[in-house]
């Protein structure tokens, strides 16, 4: 079956609605590398079983740190344009601090999503942090990896949306410590709604199943 998932309208501009833009390449190699490194220390600190001493001074530490940080903000709902080398009206703007795929966000797994012919693709692979069951991947950030890769297919490949629904059948434990393979793409499109699935798969085999309705945003 050939899903027609060309745009339906011109890609709103987040800089029609009062949102600053940044492109990805203006975000700083600095602030990369800080990114990583806090990401590490969340986990560090989640599993740390240092003695109280060690505790109190990089509580102290961090504080200080967060101080300096928070003496200049970004503005609430900054975007982030990606896919800078296709056209403007092409390409994908998200949140900078979105909790699963924000540039800037420590807390965000490290997943990436890149275009194939049959729609989206990626890997991540998650520690503790993301942890619910021992050993295994909390069933919230399963979902929420779902909705991050169903909402990108139905944004870059017909227009921005929003989740109207969200089902998630969870067939196998998701494992920690495991390369995870995410796919999206669209099934159809009727209108504003357009219907998206999506899977996660360790090992290749398929341990979460992911279906939604997105409702396009009028421009």
Known sequence: MTVNTQPTAERPDPRAYGLPVVRQSEIPAELRSLVS????????????????????EAARTVEGLTAGLN???????????RDEDLPEEAAEF????????????????PLTLHRTPEG?????TLNT???????????GWIAAMLDQA???ASSIEVHPGLTARLEVNYRNPTPLF??????????????????????IRAHGKVTAEGTALMILIKG
Not at 71 to 81: D, S
Not at 129 to 139: F, N, R
Request: glycine letters at 12%; hydrophobic letters at 35%.
């Open 37 to 56: 490194r806090v990401h590490d220390l969340i986990d560090a600190v989640a599993n740390t079983e240092a003695d109280t001493e060690t505790l109190a």
């Open 71 to 81: 003496v200049a903000r970004r503005q609430i709902g900054t975007m982030v344009k």
């Open 94 to 109: 998200g949140t900078i601090t979105n909790i699963v795929a924000g540039d800037t966000n420590p807390a965000a797994p």
């Open 120 to 124: 989206l693709r990626g890997e991540v």
């Open 129 to 139: 942090v993301y942890q619910g069951p021992p050993g295994l991947v909390h069933g």
């Open 150 to 152: 169903l909402g990108s």
């Open 178 to 199: 495991t390369p995870l393979e995410i796919t999206s793409r669209v099934d159809r499109v009727d209108g504003r709604k357009v219907h998206v699935s999506g899977e």
